[in-house]
């Protein structure tokens, strides 16, 4: 069984750009949630999909925003990107059935 | 409330010693506590975790000790490997797992060959 997937591996921006990070979840998996995972900060609670609804939001402003397909995959768009949004963005995805948040291996963006 | 608070940071052992490391928890909302594992340039891993109606839990070499009047929870890692070597999260989650995960600090593990 694949792995929750994240696409690209590496994004470079510079200030103020906008840039888009994708999550493919383990099929079957009806929720994905974006974390953040900034040096010294540790992992940082961004947003959760679930059936294409957000239910939740982490303490970000609102150029963090994203969106869930019909087919469960994410997508997570930083507009006006500040240096500090510089850090590496995980995916996870949970089945209804459990409880277990299972993570992909990130994608780290770097603000220049 | 929502904090985790993890420790120590950073922990050197050797081959073939114990590992421990401890959370603790203020919301006791918190109902689902797992641990996961990072190496460098990889996403965390899911090792173990465990629900407060269970005091303990063990998987392998790794154990989760429950307490729940304290609001506490730790990781042992017996006979603890070279391949170990990796930062350790705790975390805590309410409704299950459903909900996000609020997580610790991390501990940054060395296992000395």
């Known amino acids: 069984e694949a792995g929750v997937t994240q696409s690209p591996t590496h994004l470079i921006k510079t200030r103020g750009q906008q840039a888009t990070l994708r999550c493919s979840p383990i099929?079957?998996?009806?929720?994905v949630y974006w974390y953040q995972q900034a040096l010294g900060l540790g992992l940082q609670f961004l947003l959760w999909?679930?059936?294409?609804?957000?239910?939740n939001r982490g303490n970000f402003p609102p150029r963090f925003s994203g969106r869930q397909f019909p087919n469960y995959s994410s997508e997570l768009n930083v507009n006006a990107l500040e240096l500090e949004d510089s850090a590496l963005y995980l995916c996870?995805?949970?089945?209804?059935?459990?409880?277990?948040?299972?993570f992909g291996p990130g994608t780290r963006l770097t603000v220049l | 409330q929502q904090q985790v608070k993890q420790s120590p940071q950073s922990l050197i052992v050797q081959k073939g010693g114990i590992s421990i490391i401890n959370c603790a928890y203020e919301?006791?909302?918190?109902?689902?506590f797992p641990w996961y594992q990072q190496f460098p340039g990889k996403g965390p891993a899911l090792l173990i975790a465990?629900?407060?109606?269970?005091s303990e839990k063990k998987e392998g070499r790794f154990t989760i000790s429950f307490n729940k009047s304290a609001k506490q929870f730790s990781l042992h890692i017996m006979d603890s490997q070279p391949g170990d070597s990796a930062t350790y999260f705790c975390?805590?989650?309410?409704?299950?797992?459903?909900?996000?995960?609020?997580f610790g600090k991390g501990t940054k593990l060395t296992v000395n060959p």
């Open positions: 996870a995805s949970r089945s209804d059935r459990g409880d277990e948040q299972f």
């Open positions: 099929s079957g998996h009806t929720s």
């Open positions: 999909y679930d059936e294409g609804e957000e239910r």
């Open positions: 919301n006791t909302a918190f109902d689902y």
């Open positions: 465990i629900r407060p109606d269970v």
């Open positions: 975390a805590a989650s309410m409704w299950g797992g459903s909900e996000k995960l609020v």
